[in-house]
């Protein structure tokens, strides 16, 4: 069993979207019961409310029902409960690298580390865009999900 959180900055438009996409991505490989799944974001303006109305409809498009999400924060308990925080950008990942408790389970990385091409590029935030970068963070997250399973299953969680 790997688990794995995704985060953002606002939890209403990219994590939600990398985690549906990736549950997408291991529910088509008949791989969903090896997986932990949920996304969580930095910053709590947010706590309790729903995905952003355009990453739902831009879900909606490739068989994705964001609906039910609600977002929530990084806790504390995370970095021990998780295998891998997945930032979605730079700020994302310097935001849990200064959460992060000494006695730390997860490993952090960058979600675009597991793409085989732009490795290291930030999902760029599409909450003050249009309806385009909403398109652009679900392909960016079906390119790096494939990456994230074989990674994850050629890796285990060690427990
Ligand atoms: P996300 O996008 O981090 O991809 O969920 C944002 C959502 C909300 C805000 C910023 C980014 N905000 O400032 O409220």
Same mark, same amino acid.
């Given at each position: 069993m790997t688990r794995i959180l995704f985060v953002c900055l606002?939890? @209403?438009?990219r994590s939600p979207i990398a985690e549906a996409v990736f549950r997408q991505h291991v529910a088509t490989l008949g791989v969903s019961d090896q997986y932990v799944l949920d996304s969580a974001g930095t910053?709590?303006?947010? @706590?309790?409310g729903p995905a952003d109305s355009r990453g739902i409809a831009a879900c909606a498009e490739v068989?994705?029902?964001?609906?039910s999400h609600r977002a929530r924060q990084v806790q504390p308990s995370d970095f021990m409960e998780y295998d891998y925080l997945i930032g979605m950008d730079q700020n994302n990942l310097q935001t849990l690298r200064g959460l992060e408790?000494? #006695?730390?389970?997860a490993k952090l990385a960058l979600?675009?580390?597991?793409?085989?091409?732009?490795?290291? #590029?930030d999902i760029p935030d599409p909450y003050y865009g249009d309806d385009a970068g909403f398109d652009l963070a679900i392909e960016l997250c079906q390119r790096a999900s494939a990456g994230l399973h074989h990674y994850c299953q050629s890796r285990g969680t060690g427990r």
């Amino acid at each position: 069993m790997t688990r794995i959180l995704f985060v953002c900055l606002g939890n @209403i438009c990219r994590s939600p979207i990398a985690e549906a996409v990736f549950r997408q991505h291991v529910a088509t490989l008949g791989v969903s019961d090896q997986y932990v799944l949920d996304s969580a974001g930095t910053g709590a303006w947010h @706590i309790g409310g729903p995905a952003d109305s355009r990453g739902i409809a831009a879900c909606a498009e490739v068989g994705i029902d964001l609906n039910s999400h609600r977002a929530r924060q990084v806790q504390p308990s995370d970095f021990m409960e998780y295998d891998y925080l997945i930032g979605m950008d730079q700020n994302n990942l310097q935001t849990l690298r200064g959460l992060e408790p000494t #006695q730390c389970r997860a490993k952090l990385a960058l979600m675009m580390d597991f793409c085989d091409v732009d490795t290291g #590029q930030d999902i760029p935030d599409p909450y003050y865009g249009d309806d385009a970068g909403f398109d652009l963070a679900i392909e960016l997250c079906q390119r790096a999900s494939a990456g994230l399973h074989h990674y994850c299953q050629s890796r285990g969680t060690g427990r």
